[in-house]
């Protein structure tokens, strides 16, 4: 266990310099140009106030305890995946964010160090493949057991006391916990214009929100990474071949934010029982397993798990089994939907601005799957993005065949990918699929503990 303690953090947290890193990160996230309930935008900020003004007013208000949160302003959103189903964002002034941005600089590194390495979401030099390549190396050892479990409203739910306390256990100023709760009990302002309390919950769309959650869920990391520990059960290879042999599983977490999975070298039986260890220990937190979402799958029926299905099976012409990385069904109705809304045959929009916005979404998606077994998807999706194109392009100019052959061909007659002002539709079928390799305990720490000599 790390020792890592933070007891004074708000002349770090009000800093100068902290406040300018801090403003400059909201500046450069995407949703800078979004307004809270005050209605002022990050380049409202900047021009009308200006920055060093709007900084060394925060400063004094963070100094002398007169800061106070203000309720976030609520914006639904259409899930991603194409489900239909809505998310509720919570999206704070951008002084919040500031402030928000700056606890997360001070915070950040003293929970770091008390992280277990089997969580991978809204974590420093950790992405999404390094949670499916762990997947991916437990399952080829003998892990096929695997509870894919699915957390019900995690982030509206998680309880604020419990929260707290792993916060205090970890922060001793007062101060600085205090300005934590008031983000966590700062309240919505509904779309309908309505003021609701936040009793429970972090609300999404605030820079803290995800450490917060992180620091929640950790109880559930400590709690199935215990046997783990130096001298413990599962501690070594050997101490896990032992457990075994006895009759007894071993198991593995892998948690993504919210998205989490535990495989079990074992039965069913035993899965089952780690199913309610896990509820038992998710409620303190007021957490809970969604009965319809969460299940008890083997891995050669497969399961999805960040837009990836992972599922153990017989190699095509051998006899030999491997853990294979499939795209699963929903990013491609939903990369289909995208292409679909852009190339409406209807569409006023002209066809450069078209082939930016494929190229951006085509460009991010298959740098996302490049790492599966996705050749021929990519291959598909190409081929799907093309024929939307022309089929735009038919529609709007009336175009005969004959026309679209003059068009994408050149004077060999080889076929050329769509263009306009030198814009090219981008060809995902070039994009090479390689493996992506299993980091593991390689992940470097942005943050290392001091060694003592």
Not at 47 to 53: F, K, M, N, R, S
Not at 392 to 399: C, N, Q, S, T
Request: aromatic share 8%.
């Amino acid at each position: 266990m790390a020792t890592r303690h933070l007891a004074s953090g708000l002349p770090v947290l009000y800093d100068p310099a902290t406040l300018i890193v801090a403003f400059e990160r909201v500046a450069n996230n995407t949703g800078a140009r979004t307004a809270g309930v005050d209605g002022l935008t990050v380049a409202q900020v900047e021009q009308q106030i200006g920055v060093p003004g709007f900084l060394d007013d925060l400063r004094a208000g963070l100094k002398d305890g007169s800061f106070r949160p203000v309720r976030v302003r609520e914006r639904i959103i259409a899930k991603p995946g194409g489900s239909g189903k809505v998310r509720s964002l919570g999206i704070p002034t951008v002084t919040d964010r500031v402030v928000q941005a700056a606890l997360k600089l001070v915070l950040e590194p003293i929970f770091e160090a008390d992280f277990e390495p089997v969580s991978y979401g809204f974590r420093p030099k950790r992405r999404a493949h390094d949670a499916v390549a762990e997947i991916h190396k437990f399952g080829t050892h003998g892990y096929r057991w695997v509870l894919d479990a699915d957390i019900e409203a995690c982030f509206d739910r998680i309880d604020h006391t419990a929260l707290m306390d792993r916060v205090r256990a970890r922060v001793k100023d007062k101060r600085m916990c205090a300005l934590v709760k008031a983000f966590l009990k700062a309240g919505i302002l509904t779309e309908l214009g309505e003021h609701k309390d936040t009793t429970t919950g972090t609300p999404q769309g605030g820079i803290l929100s995800p450490l917060l959650a992180n620091i929640a869920l950790s109880v559930l990391d400590e709690h199935l990474m215990a046997p783990w520990k130096p001298g413990e059960t599962m501690s070594t290879a050997s101490r896990r071949s032992n457990r075994r042999g006895k009759g007894l599983p071993t198991w593995r977490v892998v948690r993504y934010a919210d998205d989490f999975v535990v495989v079990v070298h074992g039965t069913r039986a035993d899965t089952e029982a780690l199913r309610e260890d896990v509820t038992r220990v998710l409620a303190p937190m007021g957490l809970a397993l969604s009965p319809a979402k969460t299940q008890v799958v083997h891995m050669s029926d497969g399961f999805d798990f960040l837009g990836f299905h992972i599922q153990w099976k017989r190699k095509r012409g051998s006899n030999k089994w491997h853990v294979y990385t499939f795209i699963a069904d929903r990013p491609i109705r939903s990369v289909k939907a995208k292409i679909r809304a852009l190339t409406h045959k209807k569409s006023q929009q002209d066809l450069r601005s078209v082939l930016i916005r494929l190229n951006q979404i085509m460009r991010g998606w298959a740098n996302y799957f490049k790492h599966a077994v996705a050749k021929h998807i990519f291959n598909a999706l190409t081929n799907f993005a093309w024929t939307r194109v022309v089929k735009m392009i038919r529609y709007r100019h009336r175009w005969k065949w004959k026309d679209v052959r003059d068009w994408l061909t050149d004077h060999t007659g080889r076929w050329k990918p769509p263009a306009a002002d030198g814009i090219e539709l981008f060809n995902m079928a070039k994009v090479p699929v390689t493996r992506y390799r299993h980091r593991g305990q390689k992940i470097p720490n942005p943050w290392p503990l001091p060694t003592t000599t």
